[in-house]
Each structure stands twice: as C-alpha cells, then as structure tokens.
C-alpha cells in the first residue's frame, strides 16, 4: 500500500487501508470493522467508502487506533478530513498548507480547487450545459 502522504483524499486512503486489512485477514469485513468502531451499523462507513457520506470528525479517532498509523501519520489524516470537508476555497487553502507541512515529500498539485471555483458559480455550469445543445455556435 501506498504512504499516507501519497494521498490527497481521506477515502481514498481508508479504502486502500480497508483492503490491506482485509489481506491481512480475509474474515476482515466490513461489518467487523464498523464493530470495530463502535458504530451501529456498518450502513454508514459503507456510505463513507463510496464516498457518499464524508467523515465524522468524531469518527476518525476511533478509525486511528484501528489504522495503526505514526503520530504525524495522524496529524496528516486529520488534517486530509478537514481538508475533505472543508466548504471555503480559503479553508481547501489553509489545509493544503498544512498538508504540505506535515508531508515529508512535496504534495501533488489539487487541482480540485481550481474545479471547484467554476463548480461553485452557477454561471460556469450554465455555459458548460449550453454548449452541449444541439444549436449552439461558438462565435460572439
């Protein structure tokens, strides 16, 4: 498996590690690991693998002790969720930096805050859906 460093993605990371454990010991499901944590039902960390959910702060001390990961390794998943979940493009900013303090290796560039400036202005998606019409000309 990758380092953690080599992720810019919390879920990415957690599937990879999903799947490792599940190498290590193939009864490994994901009902055992949602047990694991303490949870419930293993419904919602399936929805956060699809990454159809993101993930509880509140969870990820608990997904630390079974990731069995270095300190800083730890500082750098906190921060990959805040980063994950953070709303504002200062916010994505501010935790890039600090993913790119805590990394040993220089991070690859996130393009996803470029795309996410044009997702957030409804204007870029209405002259993206424009061009796709049948009548569309591109002059002035």
Do not use: C
């Amino acid at each position: 498996m990758d380092s953690i460093y080599d992720y810019l993605d919390a879920t990415d990371f957690l599937n990879d590690k999903f799947k490792e454990l599940q190498k290590e010991r193939p009864s490994f499901s994901l009902r055992a690991w949602a047990k694991h944590l303490d949870m419930k039902s293993h419904g919602p960390l399936h929805a956060i693998l699809k990454k159809q959910r993101m993930i509880p702060k509140k969870l990820v001390p608990k997904l630390i002790k079974t990731l069995k990961i270095d300190k800083n390794e730890v500082k750098y998943l906190e921060a990959l969720v805040d980063f994950q979940r953070a709303k504002s493009i200062e916010e994505k900013e501010f935790y890039k930096e600090q993913l790119a303090k805590l990394s040993p290796t220089p991070l690859r560039e996130i393009n996803d805050l470029e795309a996410y400036k044009y997702i957030t202005d409804p204007i870029h998606i209405t002259l993206a859906e424009m061009t796709q019409l049948k009548n569309f000309k591109d002059t002035y």
